[in-house]
């Protein structure tokens, strides 16, 4: 059974990183058409696409975040990552890591991990 | 960049259908899929290729799409289906997945 976990520290000060790591669980994350991808939410408000990576290295990001991300993939510790780079108020989120499916669509979740931006 | 359009809020009476709209320009030539997300808890898929439900997904929740709108249609409605849905797309023109902004599901 497929599972996926978030990790990462909970308070970034602004203008930092922000890294994620995503350890997947039932599956390796380089199976062939592997798709993964980060998904936030702030608090109280709807969901926001960050990027996907695939198992070959590809990715896409989110138009309005592209310059400030980085994903990649650890096949040695079945784990993907997410990097976002000066960092604000305004990334204060519920960060998930989920699979994305070839239909298009993220049929695993992680259960999220809050991150918070301080200044 | 393409846009999915969802109303802020539906109220149902239990034991009703509550129907939820996506709307999209030409959405009905995009495969839709729809979350359920309760308080505290990550997104679930309820329905992906427009109409097909994942396995655990009870009968009750189907799905449409036609034109500029999808929908989500909850029959016999819960209270435990109360929760904030989401539709989702893939813009394969500019490679990126949209998420309408949601719809928060209040069963009176």
């Known amino acids: 059974q497929l599972q996926l976990q978030e990790s990462g520290p909970g308070l970034v000060k602004s203008s930092e990183t922000l890294s994620l790591t995503c350890t997947v669980s039932?599956?390796?994350?380089?199976?062939?058409?592997?798709?993964w991808g980060w998904i936030r939410q702030p608090p109280g408000k709807g969901l926001e696409w960050i990027g996907n990576?695939?198992?070959?290295?590809?990715?896409h990001y989110n138009p309005s975040l592209k310059s400030r991300l980085t994903m990649s993939v650890d096949t040695s510790k079945n784990q993907f990552s997410l990097k976002v780079s000066s960092v604000t108020a305004a990334d204060t989120s519920m960060y998930y890591c989920?699979?994305?499916?070839?239909?298009?669509?993220?049929?695993?979740w992680g259960q999220g991990t809050m991150v918070t931006v301080s200044s | 960049s393409y846009v999915l359009t969802q109303p802020p809020s539906v109220s149902v009476a239990p034991g009703k259908t509550a129907s939820i709209t996506c709307g999209g320009n030409?959405?009905?030539?995009?495969?839709v899929h729809w979350y359920q997300q309760k308080p505290g808890q990550a997104p679930v898929l309820v329905i992906y290729?427009?109409?097909d439900r994942p396995s655990g997904i009870p009968e009750r929740f189907s799905g449409s799409n036609s034109g500029n709108t999808a929908t989500l249609t909850i029959s016999r409605v819960e209270a435990g289906d109360e929760a904030d849905y989401y539709c989702?797309?893939?813009?394969?023109?500019?490679?990126?997945?949209?998420f309408g902004g949601g719809t928060k599901l209040t069963v009176l």
């Open positions: 989920a699979r994305f499916t070839a239909a298009d669509a993220f049929d695993i």
């Open positions: 039932g599956d390796s994350v380089s199976s062939t058409n592997s798709y």
């Open positions: 990576i695939y198992s070959n290295g590809t990715t």
């Open positions: 030409n959405i009905e030539t995009k495969s």
């Open positions: 290729y427009d109409r």
């Open positions: 989702q797309v893939w813009a394969s023109s500019s490679d990126h997945v949209v």
